[in-house]
T-cell receptor, first 117, second 113 residues
Framework: AQTVTQSQPEMSVQEAETVTLSCTYD???????LFWYKQPPSRQMILVIR??????QNATENRFSVNFQKAAKSFSLKISDSQLGDAAMYFC??????????????FGKGTKLSVKP | DVKVTQSSRYLVKRTGEKVFLECVQD?????MFWYRQDPGLGLRLIYF???????EKGDIPEGYSVSREKKERFSLILESASTNQTSMYLC????????????FGPGTRLTVL
């Protein structure tokens, strides 16, 4: 069964600095999707960025980028120029490309990011 | 704008009560999901539905059931609430297919006394 591991329960970053959140996963599949979701305190979870495993280029969304290392099964999230609004719980998630499930996500346990002014 | 709403933000129930958590989406999405979120455990899938009246068990379906009579509404039912079901419950929806992102509701924090 696929698993997703986030080894950093909590992290802290100074405003305007860069921080990297780690995520590793275990799968025997060659095609799949990976996601980072953000859950601000008392607010709804939203998608930050997604990566399709068959694409070699790392995804980027404004200040958010990923470092996707398929062979190492690693999918880290880099946040540049951190802002106070980036403070949240971040979840890494995996989804099969094939299979009977209809878009089921497998989540890591989350990393709580604090941003210091 | 995409919207997933849940009937309550906070709910307090007593052990043994039947509890209904409602989720409504206005995006005409085929797929709907119920997750449970606990500190240190992340999100765990309880049930999902990919069509009206269709449902499939997720990773932790024990003690829960679901109902989807209309496309926009997906209900989670605790037949007899227990204290170990105290948790945050998140509903999500998505278009059919694996590429599409899931949109989440605000969550219901359920306390069972």
């Amino acid at each position: 069964a696929q698993t997703v591991t986030q080894s950093q329960p909590e992290m802290s970053v100074q405003e305007a600095e860069t921080v990297t959140l780690s995520c590793t996963y275990d799968t025997s599949e060659s095609d799949y999707y990976l996601f980072w979701y953000k859950q601000p305190p008392s607010r709804q979870m939203i998608l930050v960025i997604r990566q399709e495993a068959y694409k070699q280029q790392n995804a980027t969304e404004n200040r958010f980028s990923v470092n996707f290392q398929k062979a190492a099964k690693s999918f880290s999230l880099k946040i540049s120029d951190s802002q106070l609004g980036d403070a949240a719980m971040y979840f890494c998630a995996y989804r099969e490309y094939y299979g009977g499930s209809q878009g089921n996500l497998i989540f890591g346990k989350g990393t709580k990011l604090s941003v210091k002014p | 704008d995409v919207k997933v709403t849940q009937s309550s933000r906070y709910l307090v129930k007593r052990t043994g009560e039947k509890v209904f958590l409602e989720c409504v989406q206005d995006m005409d999405h085929e797929n709907m999901f119920w997750y449970r979120q606990d500190p240190g455990l992340g999100l765990r899938l309880i049930y999902f539905s990919y069509d009206v009246k269709m449902k499939e068990k997720g990773d932790i379906p024990e003690g829960y059931s679901v109902s989807r009579e209309k496309k926009e509404r997906f209900s989670l039912i605790l037949e007899s609430a227990s204290t170990n079901q105290t948790s945050m419950y998140l509903c999500a929806s998505s278009l059919g297919g694996r590429l599409y992102e899931q949109f989440f509701g605000p969550g219901t924090r359920l306390t069972v006394l």
